[in-house]
Nanobody, 124 residues
């Protein structure tokens, strides 16, 4: 059974850093894997993803230059390094798999699988 397990969330002050991890198991293949976040009262936002074949990456404009996605194929783990965190980054971060289009248009394009989510809170 395919499973995504996130870890690494927490409370951090503005300007701080966190690294999220997503351990993937049971997958035979996927198009892309990445991160989607949702804050209370806000729409779901595709944060970043990385393609399974070419390793191409996507970043939402709101995180470009601050977040970096990477993967360790030996560990079947995807990471999201988040630097210069802002209060508006506060959300539940979900690891997900699907087509790249899903991360660009998370309101209209579905994902193939989701993790349980990890809370990231940026506050002083």
């Amino acid at each position: 059974q395919a499973q995504l397990v996130e870890s690494g969330g927490g409370l951090v002050q503005p300007g701080g850093s966190l690294r999220l991890s997503c351990a993937a198991s049971g997958f035979t293949d996927y198009y892309a894997i990445g991160w989607v976040r949702q804050a209370p009262g806000k729409e779901r936002e595709g944060v970043s993803c990385i393609g399974s074949d070419d390793g191409g990456t996507y970043y939402a404009d709101s995180v470009k230059g601050r977040f970096t996605i990477s993967r360790d194929d030996l560990k079947n783990t995807v990471y999201l390094q988040m630097n210069s965190l802002k209060p508006e980054d506060t959300a539940v971060y979900y690891c997900a798999t699907g087509r790249t289009e899903a991360f660009l248009l998370p309101q209209t394009v579905g994902f193939d699988s989701w993790g349980q989510g990890t809370q990231v809170t940026v506050s002083s």
